[in-house]
């Protein structure tokens, strides 16, 4: 397995993480056009953070599930807010249902969500430790 790793002027890195989170009390409103208008706005995200990476996107009528890549320069909690932040108010502009369900709201997302990292697995780290030095040295061509 060979693993994608990311390099930005100070730091290489390997950050995905798998992002779960709902509307404001479990409402089942992602349907078919709105959800086709998350993915867009999740789009239009990334031309503000084009450091945030899409790896996998599934949008379900009653949650959204994410996985990202991000530098560490950001925290989970910042990213969470980022994209919950610039689609949640588009939605409730873009749909009149959702204006009517969710009065006085400005957005359409519950307060919480969910978030687990992707490993990359032991075994690769403790090679990648072991042979580190020799890596530096060009010595060791490692496949990670």
Not at 77 to 87: A, C, E, P, R, W
Request: charged share 25%; with cysteine; hydrophobic share 40%.
């Amino acid at each position: 397995m060979v693993v994608k790793l990311s390099r930005q002027a100070h730091c290489v890195y390997r950050c995905e993480y798998h992002l779960v989170w709902i509307p404001k009390f479990r409402y089942k409103v992602l349907v078919k056009g709105v959800a086709e208008y998350l993915e867009i706005k999740f789009h239009e995200v990334r031309k503000y953070y084009p450091e945030i990476q899409f790896l996998e996107t599934s949008i379900q009528v009653g949650h959204v599930h994410l996985l990202l890549s991000f530098p560490p320069k950001y925290s989970i909690s910042k990213v969470v807010g980022i994209l919950k932040q610039n689609t949640g108010g588009a939605l409730m502009q873009k749909f009149d249902f959702l204006k009517q369900k969710y009065r006085n709201l400005r957005s359409v997302w519950s307060t919480g969500y969910f978030a687990v990292t992707v490993s990359a697995g032991e075994e690769t780290i403790r090679r990648y430790i072991k042979y580190q030095q020799q890596e530096d040295l060009g010595q060791a061509k490692l496949a990670l």
